[in-house]
């Protein structure tokens, strides 16, 4: 099958190679930053997780968002995303794979991952992070190579890949559940303490990552001869309207707990993160854009003309995106060390090679995803033929 990734326009190979040139500069900033150490980021001893760790906060929930399509189609047989569901998963290694690079790159020490392997402590919630993700990205290798090839060679999937499936369903909520188990269990940050984190996680997760497969649905609608068909679509965009609504609910809880009761250690990394503390608001603008992005999705989602129009929608998926990946790939990280458990609020942002280095990662998710979604519509394509 990989023979596939070998085939292609010289739109192909020109796009491919561009992801290459942002993953190389990705690669020598890294080696700039292994050589100097973290110095080179914008994290200090006040702010020890930065753009490497709000990135893969983020991913996890993309990651984490592909049994949206695989519980409706393996579970309740819903046909129409029969077409999808082989994205969806490609979708969740490609986000997996990011995932293990953000937290590989965050490390002063890279080979120090390592010891979570040769001396495992249970009680350790990075430990069983560590188990969740490389079970999951094991998962759905394996899913995917079997139902691949069963589909290539037409003929059904194995009965044993079915509990496979089934097992990756919960595993994929875990994946996220255990990374807000991670930033909640930290009773010293009063920020990420709330119970509602892992919940708000998961909302946010299936509003991110089904926007996101949606974009792709439609993107290779328009580059390629893949119709993911309407239904597929409107189900879809109706399951990131229920999950949007569902993730702006539960910000609003955070804002009535944080700024009702008055306790001001609560309300301090709240005030900063949307109007800024002592004089200083690096975040606000951000998370301001991200309300808005909100509103205008749900304006837009919860109309159902406008969310059948395939022109409006691409918006509201647009705005969904990049509001949770402000929410989360910026704010709630980040705002979880300002101020300081001193007061203190020392400020954050990544710098040039940080950036870089984030830029290249992304490249790197991009890049397989192109590679494994030619094969699937190579092989399908042929099946046509």
Known sequence: MIEHAFRGSKKYWSWLLFLALIILAGFYFYMRQF????????????????????????IVGVAASAVMVVLPYYLHDYKAF?????????????????????????LGQPFRVLNIFLYPTFHSLMFWDVVALTGYLVLNVVITRVTLAAERNS??????????????????????????????????RPF??????????????????????????????????????????????????????????????????????????????MQYLYFGLDGKARLAPW????????????????VPRARRNHRTLIVACIAVFLSIWIDKGLGLVITGFIPSPFG??????????????????????VF?????????????SELEA
């Open 35 to 58: 050589s100097y150490g973290l110095g080179i980021t914008g994290m200090s001893r006040n702010v020890s997780w930065g753009l490497y760790i709000a990135q893969f906060t983020f």
């Open 82 to 106: 029969g077409k999808i569901t082989i994205l969806g998963e490609f979708l969740a290694i490609s986000s997996v794979i990011m995932c293990m690079l953000f937290v590989f790159v965050d």
């Open 155 to 188: 003929i059904p999937p194995p009965k044993w890949i079915r509990p496979i499936i089934i097992i990756s369903i919960p595993w994929a909520i875990s994946i996220h559940t255990v990374t807000a188990f991670l930033f909640a269990g930290l009773a010293g």
């Open 192 to 269: 990420w303490l709330t119970a509602v984190l892992a919940p708000r996680f998961l909302a946010s997760a299936f509003s991110a990552g089904p926007a996101l497969l949606l974009l792709l649905c439609l993107l290779l609608r328009r580059l390629t001869n893949f119709d993911a068909g309407e239904e597929a679509i409107k189900k879809l965009g109706l399951i990131i309207t229920y999950a949007m609504c569902v993730n702006v609910f539960l910000i609003l809880m955070e804002f009535f707990t944080t700024f009702y009761s008055h306790i001001p250690e609560d309300a301090a990394h």
């Open 287 to 302: 998370m301001w854009t991200s309300a808005i992005l909100a509103i205008v999705s749900l304006a837009i989602l919860l």
């Open 344 to 365: 203190k609020v020392i400020q954050y942002w990544p710098t040039l090679p940080e950036t870089l280095i984030a830029a290249g990662i992304w490249a790197i998710g």
């Open 368 to 380: 397989f995803i192109t590679i494994f979604y030619k094969m699937a519509l190579s092989i399908r």
